[in-house]
């Protein structure tokens, strides 16, 4: 609970958060109902919610040595990306071999270990 009960728009940014996740999940009856538990309108944890939202929304231009690192990690899972496809189309492939061969037993009976 946070240190001024008695005046929730006074409360910490953190405190508030803590109630919008709190209610996110509530219907109109049990926010309600958390509401006069606690003091507070759901006009309050509407608006809460509005702000965390926009807080979240509003980002700050990236610094040169951000847009370094995230050009080279976007490389990186480029590289590790095109590795993936080559393994799984080499994986497939030998897949296809291994039925092949099966088959080509099955049809011909021949022992699998000379």
């Not at 109630?19 to 006009?43: D, H, I």
């Not at 509003?58 to 690192?69: I, M, N, V």
């Amino acid at each position: 609970m946070p240190a001024d009960p008695a005046n929730p728009e006074n409360w910490s940014g953190a405190d508030k958060l803590a109630v919008v996740l709190e209610t996110a999940a509530l219907n109109e009856e049990q926010l309600s109902e958390y509401c006069r538990r606690k003091g507070l309108y759901p006009e309050q944890i509407a608006r809460w919610k509005e702000l965390a939202i926009a807080g979240n929304e509003s980002s700050r231009p990236l610094s040169q040595a951000e847009r370094r690192a995230l050009k080279k990690d976007r490389k990186t899972i480029r590289a590790l990306e095109k590795e993936l496809n080559r393994k799984d189309k080499a994986l497939a492939e030998a897949a296809a071999l291994l039925v092949l061969q099966k088959k080509v037993q099955a049809l011909w009976g021949e022992p699998e270990d000379e």
